[in-house]
Each structure stands twice: as structure tokens, then as C-alpha cells.
């Protein structure tokens, strides 16, 4: 199984400030099939990056994927009220799909 | 738009077994598999498995022993049934879209909380 850790834990910033999200594999993700999801507390989780760095359909600019192989990261930019929420990756290799365990991103 | 809406029973006695449907609204069924994902209380997300309408299942390693994925394409519906359930199985269940070939889920239900409890 491939694990997925990511880091930080919580991270607090005030709205503004940009987000650094970290998402580490512990073997490479083939393909780079790697996605970001932003859930908010009693809504479904919504996909916002794809492919690890394709943005997914209504998702705004401030949002960005990057990395390759093992490492992955999820920017968000200029942060607004509504981007507080938790976010995690997920992988998909080995016909088999895995999460990690999330960041919680709160306001400052 | 597609639309997915998780059905079933809240409440569910130990050792017996989970059924959940899942039905679809709008969008074509037979290009996209069908997942079903879920939360625990206070922890993150676990995938169970997936179906394609075409006769595919795929199921998490962890739950393979007990989970089975269904599909009826007349009914736009698809089902989770999950044996032999312990407290550890109480979650929030979703139902997902997944898509092929880029490996992730655009579309989700709102959930159904799921409580395994005598």
C-alpha cells in the first residue's frame, strides 16, 4: 500500500497569507495520479487538483499542485474566509486508491 | 450535472451487515467507475472499493474479505454491502464518481452516517 503523509498536521495563517500543504508518498505515484480535496465540515470533499497539478473545473487560479514522484504540494494563495477547511491528497496506483490523513487549515 | 445521493439505514447491530445505495442523477453512467469512500469519526477518508457498470469491482485489500460492490444500470444505482460490521465500521459513507485513466473522484453524495450500535 502506498501511504500517504502529510504535513503539516494544522497549519494557522490569517486570511491573505498563502499555504504551503506538503503531501509525501512512501513509494513513487505512478503516473503522478495525485489529487487535492478541500472538505468542509458536513459537505462532501471537492476535488481541486487532479494529476497533481491540473486544476479541476470552477477551482480558482489561487490554487496550484505541484511535484512529482514522491513529493507533492498543494499552494493556496491570497487566503479567503471560505479556504479554511481540511484538505487531503490522494493516490491511485496498484489498481488501488489511498488518502492521506490531512491538514487542517485554520484561521490565525 | 450529476447528482449522487446516499441511501440507507443509520443505525446497524454488530456482526450483521451495512447496505447503502447510491443513486445517480443526470451524466452517462457507463464511462465513469462508482466508489464508495468513508470517514470515521474524527479521522480521514478510507476508499472501499469501486464498480464499473461494464462488470468491473476493485476493493480495498483491508476490506476485501467483506465488502461487495453492485450495480443495477437500469436504476442508475449502485450498492455497498459490508459484512460482519463492528463499531469500528461506523462512519460517514459517501458515494463518489470516479474517472478513468486520471484517477480521481469530481463527484460526491452528501453522505450517510452510518453508526454500528446495539
Known amino acids: 500500500e502506498n501511504v500517504l503523509t502529510q504535513s503539516p498536521g494544522t497549519l494557522s495563517l490569517s486570511p491573505g497569507e498563502s499555504a504551503t500543504l506538503s503531501c509525501r508518498a512512501s513509494?513513487?505515484?505512478?503516473?503522478?495520479?495525485l489529487a487535492w480535496y478541500q472538505h468542509r465540515p458536513g459537505q462532501a470533499p471537492k476535488v481541486l487538483i487532479y494529476?497533481?497539478?491540473r486544476r479541476a473545473a470552477g477551482i480558482p487560479d489561487r490554487f496550484s499542485g505541484s511535484g512529482s514522484g514522491t513529493d507533492f504540494t498543494l499552494t493556496i494563495s491570497r487566503l479567503e474566509p471560505e479556504d479554511f477547511a481540511v484538505y487531503y491528497c490522494?493516490?491511485?496506483?496498484?489498481?488501488?486508491?489511498?488518502f492521506g490523513q490531512g491538514t487542517k487549515l485554520e484561521i490565525k | 450535472q450529476v447528482q449522487l445521493q446516499e441511501s440507507g439505514p443509520r443505525l446497524v447491530r454488530p456482526s450483521e451487515t451495512l447496505s447503502l445505495i447510491c443513486t445517480v442523477s443526470?451524466?452517462?453512467?457507463?464511462?465513469?467507475?462508482w466508489s464508495w469512500i468513508r470517514q470515521p469519526p474524527g479521522k480521514g477518508l478510507e476508499w472501499i472499493g469501486y464498480?464499473?457498470?461494464?462488470?468491473?469491482?476493485n476493493y480495498n485489500p483491508s476490506l476485501k474479505s467483506r465488502v461487495s460492490i453492485t450495480g443495477d444500470a437500469s436504476k442508475r444505482q449502485f450498492s455497498l454491502s459490508l459484512t460482519s460490521v463492528t463499531a469500528a465500521d461506523t462512519a460517514v459513507y459517501y458515494c463518489?464518481?470516479?474517472?478513468?485513466?486520471?484517477?480521481?473522484?469530481?463527484?460526491w453524495g452528501q453522505g450517510n452516517l452510518v453508526t454500528v450500535s446495539s
Open positions: 463518489a464518481r470516479g474517472h478513468w485513466l486520471v484517477y480521481y473522484f469530481d463527484s
Open positions: 443526470g451524466g452517462d453512467i457507463s464511462s465513469y467507475y
Open positions: 464498480m464499473y457498470f461494464g462488470g468491473t469491482t
Open positions: 513509494q513513487r505515484v505512478t503516473g503522478n495520479f
Open positions: 494529476g497533481a497539478y
Open positions: 490522494q493516490q491511485y496506483g496498484s489498481s488501488s486508491f489511498t
